[in-house]
């Protein structure tokens, strides 16, 4: 017997924009700024600062902001990041540790734990905590299970289910039963015997659920049940939405993905045809221009209001200093020093390096790049930045070691946003001209692929050096 999860969804009501403070502790981060930031949305990721503030001498921070719904938001200090959900009128107080020492250091940014005190039982917070702690030990209990006793599975899934919709039965809030049921909708991925088909899953959890553009849980699986679905379109229909794409149509795109069954939902098939273009953007296989077009298009008009800003953002973010593109100009200033712009950096590359003096990295990429400095410097122009301030007596000692332009700027300077900076260190390489090379480019320390930067800046100087030679030879 198949329990099927039936929560009555009472449908959200509009709330005026209320204050969240965040108060904390971080020990870790005295004298740093400590930021919030919300996603603009689940399909683009792309992030926007809500709140700032600087950890003060005793290790306290404050932050406040507006918000009129329940959401995630991403607090962020030095090149760490944790994450918590506020509500309209929030009040939290919470400690803000630094990176686990046994964690290796990331430098797209390390995660760490947020922790609470005197964390109310009615808040969304404790009770998602609350919700993933029974799931945890749901699938630590009964995963192995689904490949050794299929039926057993299935019967402790179907259990778990109901004990779920009892549970929460008379719970009145929204998102956290949309977060419940589809995070209960992931259980169902799980492969087992008796699961449901593809049909069946976007009859039950998409079909005529209302889209919750705000809800993680409900975006996850939504994203995930459509992930690279115009390949596995039968042949007309991929066809047709190609002959769309050439014609830079987004109605000729829509109509001919009318023809798939889990599309049939028009707000759903519109939101899909943004995520399947963007994939179709990186994969190759469509014409990018094509696709440039259709997305610009329905970010100045689509027939869901709200997809006209989320095509907006995936058009930035697929096209977002892209190998080619022309590189954002800036401008550095610093007391006592010159004021600077792109064009200021002219007949060499450009090696622009966005960091965290506090950061342990530093410590090990700061010789590193004085090496490769010293060895091109006379081909590439070294530039470093910064986010302005009150730095260690030690940091300060490392960064008079530098011999290129450093300069320290503030939060509210554009360069952070046209340049993408989510966490330090994070390189740029721009060409003589002004065009991007590379964002984010190779750093002095091995990738994963065991490479470098000075694989790249050995190239150029050999370029350099042979176009060189042509020219004396020629006169």
Known sequence: MKILLSFLFALPFLVLAQNVQITGVAPAYIGQSIEVYEYKDY?????????????????????????????????????????????????????????????????????????????????INYKLLSFQRWVDNFVGNNFHKKGTDAKAFVESLDRFK??????????????????????????????????????????????????????EAYMEYMLGFYQKLLPRLSTETNQAVYEGVLQSSPTLVMKALGGEY??????????????????????????????????????????????????QNIQRRITLLNA???????????EGKATKTLFNY????????????????????????????????????????????????KAQKQLQQVPWDLYS??????????????????YTLIDAVGYIVASPALGPTPNGQYQTIGETFYNLKKAWLKENERDDSEH
Do not use: C
């Open 43 to 123: 399909l683009s990721k792309l992030e926007r600062i809500i709140s700032t503030s600087t950890v003060q001498s005793d290790s306290t921070f404050e932050l406040q902001f507006n918000t009129s719904k329940i959401k995630k938001v991403i607090i962020k200090s030095g090149n760490n990041r944790g994450f918590l959900f506020v509500q309209p009128n929030g009040n939290y107080s919470i400690f803000f540790p630094e990176k686990d020492k046994f964690d290796p250091y990331r430098p797209a940014g390390n995660n760490v734990e947020v922790a609470f005190f005197d964390l109310d039982s009615t808040d």
């Open 162 to 215: 109901s004990n779920v919709e009892k549970a929460y039965k008379n719970d009145t809030s929204y998102f956290f039963k949309t977060y419940v049921k589809f995070t209960i909708a992931g259980l169902d991925n799980i492969q087992h015997a008796a699961e449901r088909n593809r049909y069946e899953k976007y009859d039950f959890y998409l079909k005529r659920n209302p889209t919750d553009y705000d809800n």
């Open 262 to 311: 889990t599309l049939s939902n028009l707000r759903l098939r519109e939101l899909v045809m943004i995520q399947s273009l963007s994939e179709e953007y990186v994969s190759g296989e469509f014409p990018e221009t094509n696709i440039i077009t259709i997305l610009d298009s329905l970010g100045k008009r689509s027939l869901f209001k709200e997809h006209e800003e989320i095509a």
């Open 324 to 334: 080619g593109g022309k590189a954002p100009d800036f401008v550095l200033m610093q």
């Open 346 to 393: 002219t007949n060499k590359h450009i090696y622009l390096h966005f960091f965290d003096p506090e950061s342990e990295q530093i410590v090990k990429e700061l010789p590193l790049l004085m090496e490769l400095q010293q060895m091109y410097g006379k081909y590439v122009q070294f530039v470093s930045v910064y986010k302005e301030k009150t730095l260690s007596e």
């Open 409 to 426: 700027i503030p939060s509210s300077n554009s360069i952070w946003k046209n340049y993408a900076v989510e966490s330090f260190p994070q």
